[in-house]
């Protein structure tokens, strides 16, 4: 007896794309060897196979990328007026568009996440902030961005990236940095920096001046090359708290400046009054959503105690239904842990969780047996203390509290190093107001979670990070205040 519908295979096609064997760095406006030829593999999450090997660059290319990224600023991008810059950034945004399908099979491929993912929020959302930036750029005056003065560029801005929404983080980078005048030196993370060598392909096609767009492919090393280099005017990192920690730490006592957006341990706090299945949908999208690996995440659940069995219940019935596996697969939600040090890390933190008394369970689904995966998992009896209640797990793993009045659940979303978001779901906008008021969180989503736009800042509070992105603050954290004329 047939139990329920099952879902064909429906794979995207990977014909689209043509990864090359080797890429080069791109400096100056072109495709560049590595001065020591060094490089390293980038691997498909999903499968373990070999994509292509990428060159790995050392201090004396970040040198000639910063040089070059000099060289445009100061003839052709820093002179150029913002109408001539956005028409730039809309021709970018454009090609974006137009390849979207390419890049969304790419980013697949170089990260594990789920093809409707980079389809459907990825792509989509990385054009987007180029179109929103194009429209800024010949209106900077107007932003309303320094009192009553004409906001000048800084100058060359080093950028270094995580590998979770490798071309969205890329975009979120270079689009302000751009549109405000500046020029850019930028890292994409090791495991992931296939869509960006496309990127800087879609600059080339765009005409975009060399040199205002340069893309060093590296490991750590590379990061810290670009954050040490003298010549750059300003760091912006996204990633872990520790390594932004040691950045902030480099650059003490220079000129340059910093935005640092970090790590996350996000409180999305169900109220007894919530809809409860709308909740659900909310925390499986707040926390399995691209496997868990968002710096916003919802991943403390806290739950009013009395809806909490009812709410775990359901959460699990959901999880059930996920489909977990093939990424290219247009059906599947959740794909492949991006890499064997992230499921390993994964893996050593629900251990902990396992071994300091919560109770663990995980989705009944089957992983394939090659690549990097990661079942999606609950642990309930979780105290405040646990390290999987305090730390940043950054995969498909949620940890449940529970309180009983309004008061404790703020004391209890507030208690975390972090800052980053949090999300409330009640009926009674009188309640939202008064959670999302008290809560020490850059973003509060109400009934909803993970939402994003370009016209709303993102950033964090405490170790979270400093500096926004995004909006009309975003742009903030790339001007300086010029001369009154
Ligand atoms: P990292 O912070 O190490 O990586 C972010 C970027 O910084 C990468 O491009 C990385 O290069 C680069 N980098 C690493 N070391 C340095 C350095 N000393 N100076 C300058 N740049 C550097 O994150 P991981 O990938 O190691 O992930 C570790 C943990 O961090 C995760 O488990 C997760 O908890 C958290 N994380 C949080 C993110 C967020 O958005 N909040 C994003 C990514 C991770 P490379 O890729 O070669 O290491």
């Known amino acids: 007896m047939p139990t329920g519908f099952e879902y064909a295979p429906a794979p995207e096609s990977r014909a689209v794309v043509d990864i090359a064997s080797s890429y080069g760095l791109f400096v100056g406006g072109e495709f560049v060897d590595p001065a020591d030829g060094a490089?390293?593999?980038?691997?498909?999450?999903a499968t373990g196979?070999?994509?292509?090997?990428?060159?790995?660059?050392?201090?004396?290319?970040?040198?000639?990328?910063?040089?070059?990224?000099?060289?445009a600023y100061t003839r052709v991008w820093g002179?150029?007026?913002?109408?001539?810059?956005?028409k730039y950034l809309f021709r970018i945004a454009r090609i974006l568009q137009e390849r979207a399908r390419e890049f969304a099979v790419l980013e697949t491929l170089d990260n594990g996440k789920p093809i409707k993912e980079s389809r459907d929020v990825d792509i989509p959302l990385a054009a987007a902030h180029f179109f929103y930036h194009a429209g800024w750029a010949d209106k900077l005056e107007y932003a309303g961005l320094t009192t009553s003065a004409r906001p000048t560029?800084?100058?060359?801005?080093?950028?270094?990236?995580?590998?979770?929404?490798?071309?969205?983080?890329?975009?979120?980078?270079?689009?302000?940095?751009?549109a405000t005048g500046n020029t850019v030196v930028l890292k994409p993370a090791e495991t992931t920096p296939l869509t960006a060598l496309l990127f800087a392909q879609v600059c080339q096609q765009a005409d975009l001046p060399a040199g205002v767009v340069n893309i060093v492919t590296g490991a750590g090393a590379t990061g810290q090359a670009l954050t040490e280099h003298p010549d750059?005017?300003?760091?912006?990192?996204?990633?872990?708290?520790?390594?932004?920690?040691?950045?902030?730490?480099?650059?003490?006592?220079?000129r340059k400046r910093l935005t640092l957006e970090l790590g996350g341990k996000g409180a999305n706090i169900v109220y007894d009054d919530a809809a409860i299945d709308q909740a659900v949908e909310g925390i499986v999208s707040g926390i399995y959503f691209n496997q868990g690996h968002v710096c916003c995440a919802g991943s403390r659940l806290l739950v009013q105690e009395s809806v909490a069995d009812d709410v775990v219940r359901r959460l699990q019935r959901r999880l059930g239904t996920l489909r977990v596996g093939d990424p290219m697969d247009k059906n599947t939600d959740v794909g492949a842990i991006n890499s064997a040090e992230q499921l390993a890390r994964i893996t050593a933190l629900v251990g902990a969780g396992e071994a300091e008394g919560a109770t663990r369970w995980s989705a009944p689904c089957e992983l394939p047996d090659r690549g990097y995966w990661f079942a999606p998992t609950i642990f309930t009896d979780v105290s405040q203390a646990h390290r999987v209640a305090q730390e940043e797990i950054f995969g498909p793993v949620l940890s449940v509290l529970t309180f009983r009045t309004p008061a404790e659940a703020v004391a209890k979303a507030n208690n975390t190093p972090y800052g980053l978001s949090a999300g409330i779901w009640s009926d009674k906008g009188s309640r939202v107001l008064w959670t999302a008021d008290r809560l020490r969180a850059g973003v509060v989503w109400a009934n909803s979670f993970n939402k994003f736009d370009p016209t709303s800042p993102f950033g964090g509070y405490k170790e979270s990070g400093y500096g926004r992105e995004a909006g009309r603050h975003g742009l903030e954290a790339y001007v300086a205040a010029g001369s009154e004329d």
Do not use: C, H, Y
């Open 39 to 45: 490089s390293f593999k980038t691997v498909n999450p």
């Open 49 to 71: 196979e070999r994509l292509s090997d990428v060159a790995e660059a050392g201090a004396a290319d970040v040198d000639a990328a910063v040089r070059a990224a000099r060289r």
């Open 79 to 86: 002179p150029m007026s913002g109408a001539e810059r956005g």
């Open 153 to 178: 560029p800084l100058g060359v801005i080093g950028q270094v990236i995580p590998w979770n929404f490798p071309l969205l983080m890329l975009a979120w980078k270079i689009a302000p940095a751009l």
């Open 232 to 254: 750059v005017d300003k760091i912006a990192f996204t990633g872990s708290t520790d390594v932004g920690k040691q950045i902030a730490r480099t650059i003490a006592g220079t």
